[in-house]
Each structure stands twice: as structure tokens, then as C-alpha cells.
């Protein structure tokens, strides 16, 4: 009895295995099936194609993705999870892996994590539809390159978008994107399985109202004086100062030997800056005697404000589907390795099979590619660097 009831409760304390909601390599033919396009989104002349490929260099010829094949496209493509994910006590990992083959100029590669079960509209998904998670690389002209992070709040019913910007890499090689959301109400990030950054939702996200508010009740009072510094009013304006002129007339300029004063009027000659000219006048700054400081406005307590124990439940009814709804202005992105589990292990062994055994042989592919390309000048054409300006095609959009 006694080893029955230890039994028992070593079985008891056993963490749940891990699942697996969702998981993606595109390695077969069937891949077509799993995923349905977006036919109903845009009109077919807007809408790009997939091509099932393992891109133009690789680790492995066999290891596919689907990737964007026609420039100044929409995109979109969705699947159904193999079973629900409902937001309660467990850890949400959503990863992907992305890689830019062309030079990207203005393109979102993110992914998106979908509620809507089996009301979900594959037809019709687009940028209009409902998700849980928008997750992954955009990338439009020099300075706008981000890892979106954008997570709904059921409280304030809308998207928010993560306070400070996350890091993309932008060479040509895969690159591994993990998020991890907790019942702690705390989130990470990870690149190539490096942390980028974590904290609390609340810290990084607009979830909650602010603790405090300024009072509106209160105001500076009118005999409050601010100005550090005032006027001497000792200090006097020399007699004189304002008859000094700010230009004067050129005193070196000559009338030229072809002016004719009836024909061209009579001459004067040029203006310059009067080199005495003191400019305006002002009187020297003292320190104000009623200098009080700084008035600061006092702060009370947000009524509006109530902490949100939910913050985390970006899936609270429930998502059933993956899926991108991309604009490319350049095309070549290819999505692989897609995973949607309640363990970062899981996912973690999930890139040992696909992302690390890969990206090794991928480089020595990617640089065997550009040493190929080298022009008859033996000139390098910088492959990770070329730029096509389509900022203005995409604005179009």
C-alpha cells in the first residue's frame, strides 16, 4: 500500500506531456491539401502564387517550403491546427522559419495565429480577418525593418503592438522566429533560438490603462512662476542703440560706366550689412527672486484602471488555424518548419531536426552561389545588398 500510494503521487506530480497543435515541414505533395489559398481575398490579378521548392540554394534538395514567386503580390494561405489551442495553463510557442532569397525591399514574411474555428473562411482570409497573433519579419524601405509582435487584448477587444521594436535579420539564409506567451503573463522571443527579448505583457504591451492619471481636477495655480530666469530690470537700453541701421549703402559700389540715368533710372548704389549694427536689443537675465520650480501635475489613481490576471489568453475562445496574408513588392520568401505547441523543449527539438541540422550546409550552399555569380571582372555581385527601389509601388498598396 505504502509503495502504491508513492507511486500514486510521483504519477500525480508528473508534468502533462507536451503537445503538439500544429506542425508543418511541406516535404510532400500533399502539402497542397493541408492549405487552402485565399481565392476570395483579392481578385486573381492581385494575387500571388506559391511555389513549392527548397529554394535556389540548400542543405537538402528534398527539404522544402512554399515560397512567393511573383513580385508586387498579395499572399494568402491558411491551415487548420490538428487540435484546438484554448489559452489556460499552459506555455503558447508559435515557430516558424523564413527565409529571404531576393532582396526584400517592401514585404511582410510574418505568420498568423487564427481563432475562428469552423466559421473560419479560408476562401476569404486576408488582412481583414480576425487573429490571435501576427508574429515575424516586415520589411519596407531602410528604416522601417521590425519582428512584428502584435497580440489581441479580449479586454480592450483590439491588436496591440509591442512597445519597443524586435529586431529582423535580413541576409538570405533561414532564420528560425519563436515566440513563447505564458499563464505568467510574461512573453519571449526568439531568433535563431537566441532570446531578443521577454517581459511582462503589461510591460511591453498596452494591455492595462495606466495606474495613475493626472489629476483632472487640478491647475496650476495663476500666481505659479515657472521662468527661472527674468529680465534685469535694472538693465537699461544705451541711448543710441536704434539709430544704428541694420544695412547701409555699399560704400565701395561704383555707378558702372554704362549706366544711363534716363534710361535706367537713377543710380543707387547696393546694400550691405552695417558691420557697427548691434542687432537687437536685450536686456541681460538674472535669476527670478519668485522662481518657484517646476510645477508638476499632481497624479491620483485611474479609475479606468484594472489589472488584467488574462493578459495571456490571446487564444481564450480557442484558435484553429495558422496562416500568412502577405503584400510583397519583391517576392522569394520562403516559410518552412512551422510548429504551434505548449512546450518551448518541443519546438526547441523541433528546430535540432530542421534548423540547426541545416543551416551549416545552407551557408556553404548560399556561398558557393555567390562565388558562382562573380561577373567576368571577377567583381562580386553583393547578392545580400542589391536594392530595387519599390517603396512607390508599395505605397500604391
Known amino acids: 500500500m505504502r509503495i502504491s500510494s508513492i507511486a500514486f503521487l510521483a504519477a500525480f506530480a508528473a508534468p502533462a506531456a507536451a503537445e503538439i497543435y500544429f506542425k508543418e515541414q511541406f516535404n510532400d505533395e500533399g502539402w497542397s491539401k493541408r492549405w487552402t489559398e485565399s481565392t476570395k481575398w483579392k481578385s486573381a490579378s492581385e494575387m500571388g502564387t506559391w511555389k513549392h521548392t527548397a529554394g535556389e540554394f540548400f542543405a537538402d534538395e528534398n527539404d522544402k517550403g512554399i515560397q512567393t514567386s511573383v513580385d ?39 505568420i498568423k495565429l487564427l481563432p475562428g474555428g469552423k466559421k473560419f473562411d479560408t476562401a476569404k482570409f486576408g488582412g481583414d480577418t480576425d487573429y490571435a497573433i501576427m508574429f515575424g519579419p516586415d520589411i519596407c524601405g531602410s528604416s522601417n525593418k521590425k519582428t512584428h509582435v502584435i497580440l489581441h487584448s479580449n479586454q480592450k477587444k483590439e491588436n496591440l503592438l509591442i512597445k519597443k521594436e524586435v529586431a529582423v535579420e535580413t541576409d538570405k539564409l533561414t532564420h528560425l522566429y519563436t515566440l513563447v506567451i505564458r499563464p505568467d503573463n510574461t512573453f519571449e522571443v526568439f531568433v535563431d533560438q537566441k532570446s531578443v527579448r521577454s517581459g511582462k505583457l503589461e510591460d511591453e ?60 533710372g537713377e543710380w543707387e548704389p547696393p546694400m550691405i550689412d552695417n558691420p557697427e549694427y548691434k542687432g537687437e536689443w536685450k536686456a541681460k537675465k538674472i535669476e527670478n527672486p519668485a522662481y518657484k520650480g517646476k510645477w508638476t501635475h499632481p497624479m491620483i489613481p485611474n479609475p479606468k484602471y484594472k489589472y488584467d490576471a488574462e493578459m495571456y489568453k490571446v487564444c481564450k475562445d480557442g484558435c484553429t488555424h495558422v496562416g500568412f496574408e502577405l503584400w510583397q513588392v519583391k517576392s522569394g520568401v520562403l516559410f518552412d518548419n512551422i510548429i504551434v505547441t505548449d512546450s518551448l523543449e518541443e519546438a526547441q527539438e523541433f528546430a535540432k531536426e530542421t534548423y540547426v541540422k541545416n543551416k551549416d550546409a545552407e551557408k556553404v550552399a548560399h556561398d558557393k552561389l555567390q562565388e558562382t555569380a562573380k561577373d567576368d571582372d571577377g567583381d562580386e555581385p553583393d547578392l545580400d545588398d542589391e536594392a530595387d527601389d519599390l517603396d512607390g509601388a508599395a505605397d500604391e498598396f
Open 72 to 110: 508586387a503580390r498579395f499572399y494568402g494561405i491558411s491551415a487548420p491546427l490538428e487540435k484546438t489551442f484554448t489559452s489556460g495553463d499552459k506555455d503558447l510557442v508559435l515557430q516558424y522559419s523564413v527565409k529571404l532569397e531576393n532582396t526584400i525591399d517592401c514585404a511582410g514574411a510574418y
Open 205 to 264: 504591451f498596452d494591455f492595462l490603462e495606466p495606474k495613475e492619471i493626472k489629476d483632472p481636477k487640478a491647475k496650476k495655480p495663476d500666481d505659479w512662476v515657472d521662468e527661472k530666469m527674468m529680465d534685469d530690470p535694472d538693465d537699461k537700453k544705451p541711448d543710441g542703440w536704434d539709430d544704428t541701421p541694420k544695412e547701409i549703402k555699399d560704400p565701395d559700389a561704383k555707378k558702372p560706366d554704362d549706366w544711363d540715368d534716363d534710361d535706367d
